[in-house]
Structures are given as C-alpha cells and as structure tokens.
C-alpha cells in the first residue's frame, strides 16, 4: 500500500516540475499556494454482504443515508493539485457515525473543476447491532466550479463548487456522495 501512496504522490508531482514556470493555474489563481475548503455531502453507503462488518439477524446488509461534513486544504501545483481532507458523517439506519482523514491528488480541470483520486482512513460506528470498524477508504470524484457551468461573473475563481464522488470502505462498500463545497 506504501508503494501504492508513493508512486501516486510522485505521478501528481512530475507534471508540476514540468510546468514550474506558469505563474497561473488554469483557473486564473496563483499556481502554487494554499486552498482551504469545507462543504456538506449527502449520499448513501451501503456494505457487502461478505464485508468485515458479517451480519445482524433479519437484515441482509449494512447500510443507510448519511449527511457528511468536510474540511481540507489543497495545495495547487500547476495544473495538479495534493491536499489532505477530514470529515464527519452522521448516519441513518445501520450507520450512526463515520469519520476520517484521507489524503487527496489531482488535475484541475476547465476554468474552476477538478478530477481527483483519494486514499485515507475511515472509522464506522454502526447502530441497531451492527460493530463498530476503521479500514482504508478509497475514491474518487470531480468538483465542478461556477464558470464550468457558465456561471463565472457569480463567485469568481473561488467560492462555491459541486462535488460529485463515490468510494469504497476495504472495497467492501459503496458510497456515492453530492454535495457543495466552499473554496476561500
């Protein structure tokens, strides 16, 4: 997994050597800076039923709604990007509390949106007799910002974006997430 983590930071960062002498990004923002973020998401996350979470007599698998709190900074480098991101999610259903910290790379994309892969840990406390675990969570997602959508003259470079992402708990789950997030 190390190596993994490795190789990924390193493919995000060689662009970036590459294009050390643009003074922008391809929004218009410095190239190398800091963008501190939080947003709300909402979604559902729904376990396998082979997942380390087994099974509670009557239900088939674990799951439920969530609405999830971020918070993260990324770091600009170009037209890629690497940050780091904290969240907190409360569940219905199966699922009282998640929560985790993950670290995130990228492109950015069009005039203010990103495509990004992330990697973390997670920790679910279940409800209604399902345990309470923490592994790794995987995902990945796009942000598409106010001028992708010809929508520019509203907020400027920073401000409101939507996100779109799923990701897997040990690849046994699925999460698809929406959401706002808020850029300064």
Not at 38 to 58: A, K, N, T
Not at 159 to 175: A, C, M, P, V, W
């Amino acid at each position: 997994m190390k190596k993994f983590l490795f190789a990924a930071a390193m493919m995000a960062a060689l662009p970036s050597v590459a294009y050390a002498q643009e003074e922008t990004a391809p929004d218009g923002t410095p190239a190398f800076g800091v963008e501190p973020y939080v947003g709300i998401l909402g979604g559902w996350h729904s376990f396998d039923r082979g997942s380390e979470f087994g099974s509670v007599p009557g239900e088939t698998i674990m799951s439920g709604a969530i609405v999830s709190g971020v918070a993260g900074v990324n770091v600009p480098l170009g037209p890629v990007f690497v940050g780091v991101e904290g969240n907190v999610a409360k569940g219905w259903a199966d699922i009282d509390w998640e929560y985790g910290v993950k670290g995130r790379f990228g492109a950015r994309a069009g005039d203010s949106g990103m495509i990004f892969a992330s990697a973390g840990y997670q920790w679910v406390n279940g409800k209604q007799g399902w345990p309470n675990k923490k592994d790794w969570m995987y995902g990945v997602g796009v942000e598409v910002g106010p001028k992708d959508i010809g929508l520019g003259g509203i907020t400027g470079n920073s401000g409101i974006r939507l996100r779109f992402q799923t990701e897997t708990y040990d690849f046994d789950s699925f999460r698809p997430t929406a959401g706002v997030i808020f850029h300064f």
